[in-house]
C-alpha cells in the first residue's frame, strides 16, 4: 500500500468516527430534549395549570377553564345537597347522594328510557354547561347595557370572599385548600374571586331586570285569585308511629298497633294537646331511644307528597280534622307504620307584610363534661346568659341614646357582640324567625317600636319598621316577574350553546370521604 493510500485510508476511518459521533451528538441531544419535555409535561401535569390556563368550555367564544366550570360543577352538587336537606333532613339526604371518595364519573346518577347510563359526572356537567350558557348571556346583556354593581353590592362580594376564612377554619384547613376542597383542584383565591365577581354581577342584574316589570293592582288580584292554593301555608301537626322493630322487622300485629295509636294521637285538636298525646305514647314504647318523630309546622302543598297535598288542600279542611296514611307493611318497604295529621290553619297570605331588624346574641352552651360538678355546670350555664343579657342591653340601649340610625350603624360599633343580624324587608309571617312574630305583627305596632326577646339559645334586639305590601300581592309580584323574566331570559339565552374542549376532561372530581355537602 503506498503513502498515499494510507493516508486516505486514515482521513475515511477518521470521517466515519466524526460521522458516528455526529449521529450520537444528535441522539444524545434528542433524548436531552425528550427528558427536558417529559419533566415539563409531569410538572404541568401535576401543577394547577391545565386546571386555570386550558379551556374546558367555550360559550360563544367566551373561555371557561376547568376551575371556572368546577365552580358551577360543585355548586349544582351543593344546590342538589341543601334542596334534598331542607326537604327530607341531613340524615336521609345521604342515602340520594353520590359516595363518597368515589369519582363522579364512576356513579350512576339514574339510567335512561333506552338502557343508557347517566354518571352524576355526567349530570353535573350538563347543568354545569346549562348555566354558564345562561349566565354568560346575561353578563354580554349586562356589558351591553353598561351595567355596574352598586357600592353595597361590591361590599356583598368582598364578605363573601372573606367568609372563606371561616369557613376554612371549621375544617381546619388553609383557604387554599378549603377552595380545593370545596370546588375541585385548581380553585385558588384569585379563580375564586373572578367567579364570585362573576356571578355577583349576573345576579345584580338579574334582580335589576325583574325590578324594572311592573303590574296593575288588578293583575295582582286576579293573578293569586287563580294560584291561591299553591301559595296558601298550611299549619299542621304530623307524627309518624313505627311499626318496625330493632332489627327492622315488622308484623300485621306491630301494623295495627301503630294504626290504633296514630288515631288516639289523631284525636287531639290543637298543638299542645297534640304534643301530649305523642309524649304519652313515646313513653309506653320500649328502649331508650323511644321518641316518635312529629312536629306542628307550615307547609306549602308543593312541599308535601300529592297523597298528603290532596287532603291538606281540600277545601272543606277545617281546624282539627285529622287522617293516617299507612306507611309501606312489608319486609320490603323502607318505612313501615302510619303517619297522623292534625289540620290546624290556613293562610292565605291576606295581611300587610312588616319592616325593621333585628340583632341576635347566641348563649354560648358550656360543656357539662367539662365541668366536676352539677352545680359548677349550673353556675356556668347562667353566666353564659347573663353575658348575652349584658351585650343584647348594651345594643339596646346604644340604639336608645339616638347615635344609631340603620342596622348598619349598630353592626359596624357592635359587630363582635352579635351572633346574627338581618334587616326584615316586607317579610310575611312565614319569613320572620318565630320567637319574636307575634311581637312584629301585632297590630298595635308603631313604627319606631324596639323590643328585647329571650329564648335558650340567644337574645334579639328587634326594631319595628312599619308595615309592607300585602302578602298575597307581594306573592303575585313575585310569580309575575319570574314569568316576565323567564320570557326574557330565554330570549335573551337563545343561540348560546356550551362546548366541551380539550381541558374539559380535568373538569368534576371526587369529594373526601368526611365531605357531605
Excluded at 336521609?92 to 328510557?113: H, I
Excluded at 339565552?493 to 380539550?502: I, L, N, R
Amino acid at each position: 500500500m503506498s503513502s498515499n493510500e494510507k493516508i486516505s485510508a486514515r482521513e475515511a476511518e477518521q470521517q466515519k468516527a466524526a460521522k458516528e459521533m455526529r449521529t450520537y451528538r444528535i441522539i444524545g441531544i434528542c433524548v436531552a430534549v425528550f427528558l427536558v419535555l417529559a419533566i415539563v409535561a409531569v410538572l404541568v401535569l401535576n401543577s394547577n395549570f391545565l386546571y386555570t390556563k386550558a379551556t374546558a368550555v367555550d360559550v360563544n367564544g367566551t373561555s371557561y377553564s376547568a376551575a371556572e366550570v368546577n365552580f358551577a360543577y360543585f355548586s349544582e352538587y351543593n344546590n342538589f345537597y341543601q334542596s334534598l336537606v331542607n326537604y327530607i333532613g341531613e340524615e336521609y339526604a345521604s342515602q340520594f347522594l353520590p359516595q363518597q371518595g368515589v369519582s363522579f364519573k364512576t356513579q350512576t346518577y339514574r339510567t335512561t328510557e333506552d338502557g343508557k347510563t347517566v354518571t352524576w359526572h355526567d349530570q353535573l356537567m350538563s347543568m354545569a354547561k346549562n348555566r354558564l350558557e345562561g349566565m354568560t348571556a346575561i353578563y354580554n346583556e349586562a356589558k351591553k347595557n353598561g351595567f355596574e354593581l352598586s357600592d353595597a353590592e361590591k361590599l356583598s362580594v368582598e364578605r363573601q370572599i372573606s367568609q372563606v376564612s371561616t369557613y376554612a377554619a371549621n375544617y381546619f384547613v388553609t383557604r387554599e385548600q378549603y377552595l380545593t376542597l370545596m370546588y375541585g383542584k385548581g380553585m385558588n383565591e384569585e379563580v375564586f374571586r373572578k367567579c364570585v365577581e362573576f356571578y355577583a354581577y349576573v345576579s345584580a342584574y338579574e334582580t335589576a331586570k325583574q325590578d324594572t316589570f311592573t303590574f296593575s293592582q288588578s293583575e295582582l288580584k286576579d293573578y293569586y285569585a287563580a294560584h291561591k292554593d299553591e301559595n296558601a301555608y298550611y299549619t299542621l301537626s304530623y307524627a309518624f308511629i313505627s311499626a318496625s322493630d330493632a332489627d327492622g322487622k315488622t308484623t300485621d300485629a306491630d301494623m295495627e298497633a301503630a294504626r290504633v295509636a296514630a288515631e288516639i294521637i289523631g284525636d287531639a285538636k290543637d298543638a299542645e294537646s297534640f304534643e301530649a298525646a305523642v309524649q304519652a305514647f313515646s313513653a309506653t314504647l320500649p328502649g331508650d331511644d323511644s321518641d316518635v318523630t312529629h312536629a306542628t309546622t307550615t307547609f306549602k302543598l308543593s312541599d308535601l307528597p300529592e297523597e298528603y297535598a290532596s287532603w291538606v288542600g281540600d277545601p272543606s279542611r277545617k281546624a282539627g280534622d285529622s287522617t293516617v296514611f299507612k306507611q309501606g307493611g312489608d319486609a320490603d318497604s323502607t318505612y313501615n307504620g302510619y303517619y297522623v295529621f292534625i289540620f290546624h290553619e290556613r293562610d292565605d297570605n291576606d295581611y300587610n307584610t312588616r319592616n325593621g331588624f333585628y340583632v341576635a346574641v347566641g348563649v354560648e352552651q358550656p360543656k357539662r363534661e367539662d365541668f366536676d360538678s352539677e352545680g359548677a355546670y349550673d353556675v356556668a350555664v347562667q353566666k353564659a346568659k347573663d353575658d348575652a343579657d349584658a351585650k343584647i342591653k348594651k345594643i339596646a340601649d346604644g340604639w336608645a341614646t339616638g347615635k344609631y340610625k340603620t342596622l348598619a350603624e349598630l353592626q359596624k360599633d357592635f359587630s363582635a357582640d352579635m351572633t346574627t343580624s338581618s334587616n326584615i324587608v316586607n317579610a310575611n309571617m312565614n319569613t320572620v324567625p318565630l320567637v319574636f312574630m307575634d311581637w312584629l305583627f301585632d297590630a298595635s305596632r308603631s313604627v319606631g317600636d324596639t323590643t328585647t326577646v329571650s329564648q335558650d339559645t340567644g337574645r334579639f334586639f328587634v326594631y319595628y319598621g312599619g308595615e309592607g305590601p300585602n302578602a298575597a300581592d307581594l306573592v303575585a309580584e313575585e310569580a309575575l316577574k319570574a314569568e316576565k323574566f323567564s320570557q326574557w331570559e330565554e330570549d335573551v339565552v337563545k343561540g348560546y350553546e356550551a362546548k366541551e374542549k380539550w381541558a374539559s376532561r380535568f373538569c368534576g372530581g371526587i369529594f373526601p370521604e368526611n365531605y357531605a355537602g
